[in-house]
């Protein structure tokens, strides 16, 4: 079993996914921690048969599962890699971390994958969605979870970090391919994006990571975020909405794409900006 890194997996009822995120790493020979939030089909016996340890924790949202899961699993590696269940490791990135040695990244904390995101069989090449570089790998007992987000989870760590720009995860929800399934989803997130945006305005909540144009993907993130919450609510959807399709070519990705950018870059944006302004009037 290697001794470099371990890998920690959320789950909540995914037999449709785990089995194919497990087989694209279980040659690594990687030790395994799942923490689950209560599934009641087969994913506890799937991550049981995969040698994996497990845990339980009563699911309020993702960063928060993530602390937990950091917080709460025995890594003895020095290096953990968090991934979703409905993530696959690629062949690229398998061979990056087939050779991957702790002893050739001394003062690196983090490492930023590539994802490949996909709805409904498509892969969302444009309108911002690739290249997306998302800290997954990082020091044990270094790296953690920010709770300050409410939806939107990521992993910070301090000091230097590196871009694997070659090592891609495929990201594919396969339940999302029912359209009621994403809108009921997203439905719920918009609550949490609402809430956590009202808490913002309050500065009851602040940002983890310093905004930065120029910085890392986690620090130029952070600062499109500063600048989203200035512009005006129930504009701001229809201006990041046009950004996607013209300036970042969304259009390019088909009448698929199209859907996935109206459905992610516009509805979901409206209904937050809605359900804010109903809670700051319910308040009031």
Request: charged share 25%; hydrophobic share 40%.
């Amino acid at each position: 079993m290697t001794s470099e890194f371990s890998f920690i997996v959320l789950t909540y009822n995914e037999e449709q996914h785990l089995p194919r995120l497990l087989n694209s790493i279980v040659k690594l020979n990687a030790p395994l921690f799942v923490l689950d939030s209560g599934s009641t089909d087969q994913t506890l016996k799937i991550a049981e048969n995969f040698g994996a340890s497990i845990k339980y924790n009563a699911f309020e949202n993702h960063p928060k599962q993530w602390d937990f899961a950091l917080k709460n699993f025995e890594v003895k590696t020095p290096w953990i890699i968090g991934l979703d269940a409905d993530q696959i490791v690629t062949s690229e990135l398998f061979d990056l971390l087939a050779k991957f040695k702790d002893e050739h990244h001394k003062g690196i904390n983090g490492i930023y994958f590539n994802r490949k995101n996909f709805f409904k069989g498509k892969w969302i090449k444009y309108g911002g969605y690739y290249p997306k570089y998302l800290l997954k790998m990082f020091r044990t007992n270094i790296g953690f979870s920010d709770i300050n987000e409410n939806m939107d989870h990521r992993f910070i760590v301090p000091g230097s970090t590196t871009v694997w720009k070659k090592g891609h995860i495929l990201e594919e929800n396969l339940k999302e391919n029912e359209i009621s399934f994403w809108i009921n989803k997203h439905n719920r997130y918009s609550d949490l994006v609402a809430d956590e945006e009202i808490e913002r305005m309050t500065a009851l909540r602040t940002q983890t990571i310093k905004p930065k144009l120029f910085g890392d993907p986690n620090q130029r993130k952070a600062f499109l975020k500063k600048l989203w919450w200035k512009l005006p609510r129930f504009v701001r959807p229809f201006i990041y909405f046009g950004y996607r399709m013209v300036f970042q070519l969304g259009i390019l990705d088909g009448k698929t794409g199209v859907l996935f950018h109206f459905l992610q870059g516009f509805w979901f944006r409206l209904i937050i900006d809605v359900k804010i302004e109903e809670k700051l009037k319910h308040k009031s």
